[in-house]
T-cell receptor
Framework: DVKVTQSSRYLVKRTGEKVFLECVQD?????MFWYRQDPGLGLRLIYF???????EKGDIPEGYSVSREKKERFSLILESASTNQTSMYLC?????????????FGSGTQLSVL | GQQLNQSPQSMFIQEGEDVSMNCTSS?????WLWYKQDPGEGPVLLIA?????ELTSNGRLTAQFGITRKDSFLNISASIPSDVGIYFC??????????????FGKGTHLIIQP
């Protein structure tokens, strides 16, 4: 089974802190994604990467950056956390090719910024 | 951007009842996906649909790709307690496009009363 592992289930940070959310997948997927999930808003794409060292902005990239130095790892960075970034963050991965739209999600990181 | 209207937002049903939910859009989609998110977990793919009119089953779940390509439906027969969760539809408007083009619905929260 594909496993997408997010390093923390819960995080509490203070406003202004730099926050790192880590995601690792073990199935050699080329594509990796970061979403945030908020009640009533569904899933919104923050950043994605289709190859090592490649990154593209999604629909809501403001206040975030990402890093993909290795194929299996995709990190989301909040340079200076703000309260409006309190949310559930979901990492996902997929194969390149005919079924690339089929995403495999991690269990999520619930981030609270105080 | 494109929007998916998913309804209902929430459902309170009795165990054993059938469930029906849908997603509609003013835009045409070439791929429809249905995901389920268990409490405290990330979404898991249930069914993928690739052809207008397609009807696909996965156990007690049945999903249909609308003829107009602007909607999709998910039905669950004889609901059981483990069906509780949030169901998301997702659509891709162009064939062969990457998952970054997925549009997600806001989710249907299914609650089952014993």
């Amino acid at each position: 089974d594909v496993k997408v592992t997010q390093s923390s289930r819960y995080l509490v940070k203070r406003t202004g802190e730099k926050v790192f959310l880590e995601c690792v997948q073990d199935m050699d997927h080329e594509n990796m994604f970061w979403y945030r999930q908020d009640p009533g808003l569904g899933l919104r794409l923050i950043y994605f990467s289709y190859d090592v060292k490649m990154k593209e902005k999604g629909d809501i990239p403001e206040g975030y950056s990402v890093s993909r130095e290795k194929k299996e790892r995709f990190s989301l960075i909040l340079e200076s956390a703000s309260t409006n970034q309190t949310s559930m963050y979901l990492c996902a991965s997929s194969f390149t090719g005919a079924t690339n739209e089929k995403l495999f999600f991690g269990s999520g990181t619930q981030l609270s910024v105080l | 951007g494109q929007q998916l209207n998913q309804s209902p937002q929430s459902m309170f049903i009795q165990e054993g009842e059938d469930v029906s939910m849908n997603c509609t859009s003013s835009s045409i989609f070439n791929t429809w996906l249905w995901y389920k998110q268990d409490p405290g977990e990330g979404p898991v793919l249930l069914i993928a649909l690739y052809k207008a009119g397609e009807l696909t089953s996965n156990g007690r779940l049945t999903a249909q790709f609308g003829i107009t390509r602007k909607d999709s439906f998910l039905n669950i027969s004889a609901s059981i307690p483990s069906d509780v969760g949030i169901y998301f539809c997702a659509g891709l408007s162009y064939s062969g496009g990457g998952a970054d083009g997925l549009t997600f619905g806001k989710g249907t929260h299914l609650i089952i009363q014993p």
